[in-house]
Nanobody, 124 residues
């Protein structure tokens, strides 16, 4: 069973950086594509970034392209989201998710396991 625990959220000023981590206690981490999603207050959850099983293929939402980087360390069962040049509109609860496939996917329905989320707040 996949259990995902996010960390690294917090309060940061606009223009700052944060690195989110998501540790997977399951035994199949290296077989799963992974993704990051976020949900701002009053808004629907949205796709942020995804990575395939090996880390060789990534995809980003247009709103974060060039500022965020997703990566993974299969030896540590951990996926990361490096967030640079943060803006107030990046404020949200960020959740990681494990896909049912090893191939890169971006649709929420393709992710079967979700973490609880970590709050990211960007002040102006």
């Amino acid at each position: 069973q996949v259990q995902l625990v996010e960390s690294g959220g917090g309060l940061v000023q606009a223009g700052g950086s944060l690195r989110l981590s998501c540790a997977d206690s399951g035994r199949t981490f290296s077989s799963n594509a992974m993704g990051w999603f976020r949900q701002a207050p009053g808004k629907e959850r949205e796709f942020v970034a995804a990575i395939n099983w090996s880390g060789g293929i990534t995809r980003y939402a247009d709103s974060v392209k060039g500022r965020f980087t997703i990566s993974r360390d299969n030896a540590k069962n951990t996926v990361y989201l490096q967030m640079n040049s943060l803006a107030p509109e990046d404020t949200a609860v960020y959740s990681c998710a494990a896909a049912r496939s090893s191939r890169l996917v971006v649709a929420m329905a393709a992710f079967g396991s979700w973490g609880q989320g970590t709050q990211v707040t960007v002040s102006s």
